[in-house]
Structures are given as C-alpha cells and as structure tokens.
C-alpha cells in the first residue's frame, strides 16, 4: 500500500511563526501535492511538485513556499503564519503519467493564534 | 485552474434509498474523471474513476456516468447505506502532472 505520512497532525502556531508542515511518500512518486481544506471550499491546491527541484504554483500559494530536495518528501513553508491560514493541510503524491490516483496524507490540523 | 462545479453541497437520504452527485467541468480536453470519499475524521481515497472513452463504469453499488457533449458526469451510490454517509469529491485534471482540480465536495447523509 502506498503511504503518505505527514509528520504533524495537530500544530497551534503564533501569527508571525515560520511553521514547516513535512510530508514523505514512500512509493517513488514523482507528483507530490499540498492542498488546504476548508467548509464548503473543497480542496484547494496550494503548490505541486513533478520533480526534484521542481514545483509550480497551485491555485492558491500566496503565503505559502514548498521545497523538494528529495523524490520522497516534499515540505509545506509558512513564513510568517497568520490567522486565515488556520486550516487543514493534505499532502498527497501520485505517479507521473495523468490519469492515476493521487494518495493522500492524513492531514495536518493548522490552528494559528 | 479549470473550474469544477459540484452538486448538491450537501444531499440526505434515507437508507436503501439511492444518491447521485453531479459535476461539471469547463475543458474539453479533459480525459480522466475520479471520485474520491472523505469520512469523517479520515484522508479522501479513490472510489471509483472513469476515462473518456467510456460512458458508464460501475462496481458493486457505486457507478459514474461521463457526458461528454454536456461536459458532466455523476456519481450514483445505489441502495445507501450508513456507512456511505462521507463527504464526495469530484476531480478534472488540469494541465501537467495529472493535478487534479477537485469540486467543492458533497457532503452525503444516510439516515436509518
């Protein structure tokens, strides 16, 4: 079974904190994905990564950088954290061709303060 | 990305009875549609998908209907049970890396 293993589950940060959120994969994927969750918005894409190295912007990444030094792990950077960021985090990965299921991480809860 | 829409935000039906979710998607080129549940408290996993070449898959009591010309297609959940009751998203996948672009998710309740 693929797994997607983000390292915090639950994290309450200061506005103004820097907070990283990890997330590694352990089938060699090479897309790996950050998504927020939030009532009645779905799930939004923050950033992807298609490489190491690599990444693209999603639908929503002000506030937001990511880094992908290594094919397994792929990390969610806040800079200076703030209050509508309270949220919840998906990381998730998938193969490289399209079409093939996207795995899902089981959330990271962001409550800032 | 390309939008998504997705309908009913939320939909309640009685156990036994049956539950479709519409989505609708604006790229024509789009050739992959997946569902994916969320229950309560847990990751969303695949479900069930289909690809454009086909008009119809099922498997046991779930099934998705493509339109292509009408650019839509549905998820149907046949004789719901409680452990149904989950929140539904619908996928489109938008330009490189097969990223996904998910509706804004049906939350489903099955009621005894």
């Known amino acids: 079974d693929v797994k997607v293993t983000q390292s915090s589950r639950y994290l309450v940060k200061r506005t103004g904190e820097k907070v990283f959120l990890e997330c590694v994969q352990d089938m060699d994927h090479e897309n790996m994905f950050w998504y927020r969750q939030d009532p009645g918005l779905g799930l939004r894409l923050i950033y992807f990564s298609y490489d190491v190295k690599m990444k693209e912007k999603g639908d929503i990444p002000e506030g937001y950088s990511v880094s992908r030094e290594k094919k397994e792990r792929f990390s969610l950077i806040l800079e200076s954290a703030s209050t509508n960021q309270t949220s919840m985090y998906l990381c998730a990965s998938s193969l490289d061709t399209s079409g093939n299921t996207i795995y899902f991480g089981e959330g990271s809860w962001l409550t800032v303060v | 990305g390309e939008n998504v829409e997705q309908h009913p935000s939320t939909l309640s039906v009685q156990e036994g009875d049956s539950a479709v979710i519409k989505c609708t998607y604006s790229?024509?080129?789009?050739?992959?549609f997946p569902w994916y549940k969320q229950e309560l408290g847990k990751r969303p996993q695949l479900i069930i998908d289909i690809r454009s070449n086909v008009g119809e898959k099922k498997d046991q009591r779930i099934a998705v209907t493509l339109n292509k010309t009408a650019k839509h297609f549905s998820l149907h959940i046949t004789e719901t049970q409680p452990e149904d009751s989950a929140v539904y998203f619908c996928a489109d996948p938008t330009g490189t890396a097969s990223k996904l672009t998910f509706g804004t998710g049906t939350r489903l309740q099955v009621t005894l």
């Open positions: 790229d024509s080129a789009s050739n992959y």
